[in-house]
C-alpha cells in the first residue's frame, strides 16, 4: 500500500501541467501513488500524461469523457490505495516536501486530516503570497471543528490537506457530480470538518495555488447556482447523520447565507434575479422553521435578512451598496495595502509589494 495516494484531476491544462507533475514526481516522500484522471482533454495534455507515465511507473492515468471536476475527484478517490489521499490542482505546483511533511504529521498524530497553509501565486511575475489562514498558534496539535468552529471558514483549499483513506470511505463522503467545476470542493469540505475529530493544521505552506489561469473554474462568472447544489448537499449529508445537525447546522446556514451574499457580487447581472429568487425562498423556509437563531444573528443582520424575505428589489440595494464597497476596497488595495495576521506582513505601494515578512 502507497503511503500517499496524489490525485490530479486534468482538463485542458497544458500549459501548466508538466510544472505540476514535476512537483509531484520529485517529492521527497517516494512511496505514492499518481493518479491522473484526464476529463477529456482536447489539447496536448493526453500526450504529456503517456509521455510522464512511460518515465515514471507510479503514475497511472485514467482517462474519460468529459463529465465534470466532482466526477473526476469521485474517480480518482475509488482507485486510490494509499493510506492517504492528497489532490493538487493540475494548473498549480507544490514543493517537493510536502507529503512527506504531511504523512509524518499524520502518522504521529494518528490524524483522519492534516492540512496546511499556501501561498497565492502569479505566473507573470513569478511571485508568490502565503495565504496566512493557518496561524502558528492553531498548528501541530490534534483539533477539531467541534473544539473550534472556526475551522469551518477556512476557505475550501482541499488540496492543501491528505486525509485518510478509510476515514473518507467509512464516512461516505464524497464529491457532488454536478457539471463543470465549480464550487464543488464546498459540499466536500465542509463534509470532512465536520465528520472528523482528528484534524492536524500546519502553518508551512506547501502548494502555490496559480490566481491568473483565466481558464480557471475560479473566474467562471455564468455559474450562479453551482454554490446552492453545493450546499444543498452539504444539508443532505448534515440530515443523513444527525448527530452533525444539532452540532453544526445553524453554523451552516450562517456560512450559506455569506456564501449566497457573495455569490451575488460574483456573478453576471443577467443571473442576479433568479440567483436572488432561490436565496430568498431558502431563508425564507429556514426563516419560517425557526432554523435561524442567535447564532446566524450574531453574524448577519436580521433586518437584511428580512428585507431579503420580504422586499427583493429592496435587498438588490443592500448587494449593490456591498458591492460598491468591494470595488472601492479593491481600488484602495491597488494603490497601498497592509496586510497583516499571525503568519504574515505584508506591505503593497502602487502595486508593488516593498515589505514582506513571514
Known amino acids: 500500500m502507497p503511503k500517499v495516494s496524489i490525485l490530479v484531476p486534468i482538463y485542458n ?4 501541467l508538466r510544472e505540476c507533475l514535476d512537483s509531484i514526481v520529485n517529492q521527497t516522500l517516494k512511496d505514492i501513488e499518481i493518479i491522473c ?3 477529456g482533454s482536447t489539447d496536448s495534455c493526453p500526450q504529456i500524461l503517456e509521455e510522464y507515465a512511460s518515465r515514471d511507473s507510479r503514475i497511472k492515468v485514467i482517462n474519460k469523457a468529459n463529465s465534470g471536476y466532482g466526477a473526476s475527484m469521485n474517480m480518482g478517490f475509488a482507485a486510490a490505495t494509499g493510506e492517504y489521499i492528497g489532490i493538487v490542482e493540475s494548473d498549480d505546483f507544490v514543493k517537493t516536501n510536502m507529503y512527506e511533511d504531511l504523512y509524518n504529521l499524520a502518522k504521529t498524530n494518528n490524524a ?3 492540512k496546511s ?19 502558528k498558534w492553531k498548528s501541530n496539535k490534534i483539533t477539531s471543528a467541534y473544539k473550534d468552529k472556526s475551522l469551518l471558514k477556512i476557505v475550501p483549499s482541499i488540496w492543501s490537506a491528505i486525509y485518510k483513506r478509510e476515514f473518507i470511505s467509512d464516512k461516505g463522503i464524497n464529491f457532488l457530480e454536478t457539471p463543470g467545476a465549480s464550487y464543488q470542493d464546498t459540499s466536500f469540505h465542509l463534509k470532512v470538518l465536520m465528520s472528523t475529530k482528528k484534524i492536524v493544521l500546519t502553518s508551512n505552506a506547501y502548494v502555490y495555488y496559480r490566481q491568473d489561469n483565466i481558464n480557471s473554474s475560479c473566474n467562471s462568472k455564468d455559474k450562479a447556482f453551482a454554490i446552492c447544489d453545493e450546499f ?3 444539508e443532505r449529508f448534515i440530515k443523513a447523520n444527525p448527530e452533525l445537525a444539532e452540532e453544526f447546522a445553524e453554523y451552516i446556514y450562517t456560512l450559506q447565507y ?3 451574499f457573495m455569490t451575488m457580487v460574483r456573478i453576471e447581472d443577467k443571473f442576479i434575479d433568479d440567483f436572488l429568487d432561490r436565496f430568498s425562498e431558502k431563508f425564507k423556509d429556514l426563516y419560517e422553521r425557526k432554523q435561524l437563531g442567535k447564532l446566524f444573528y450574531s453574524r448577519n443582520s436580521k433586518r437584511d435578512l428580512l428585507t431579503l424575505i420580504t422586499d427583493k428589489e429592496k435587498f438588490k440595494k443592500v448587494y449593490q451598496r456591498e458591492l460598491r464597497k468591494i470595488n472601492r476596497a479593491e481600488r484602495r488595495r491597488k494603490l497601498i495595502s ?3 495576521n499571525p503568519s504574515r506582513l505584508s ?3 502602487f502595486g508593488k509589494q516593498i515589505v514582506r515578512i513571514g
Open 112 to 114: 483522519d486530516v492534516v
Open 338 to 340: 497592509i496586510r497583516c
Open 232 to 234: 444543498d448537499e452539504i
Open 347 to 349: 506591505i503593497v505601494i
Open 258 to 260: 455569506r456564501s449566497y
Open 13 to 16: 491544462v497544458e500549459k501548466y
Open 37 to 39: 484522471v484526464n476529463d
Open 117 to 135: 497553509d499556501w501561498f497565492y501565486y502569479w505566473t507573470k511575475n513569478n511571485e508568490s503570497r502565503k495565504s496566512g489562514k493557518i496561524s
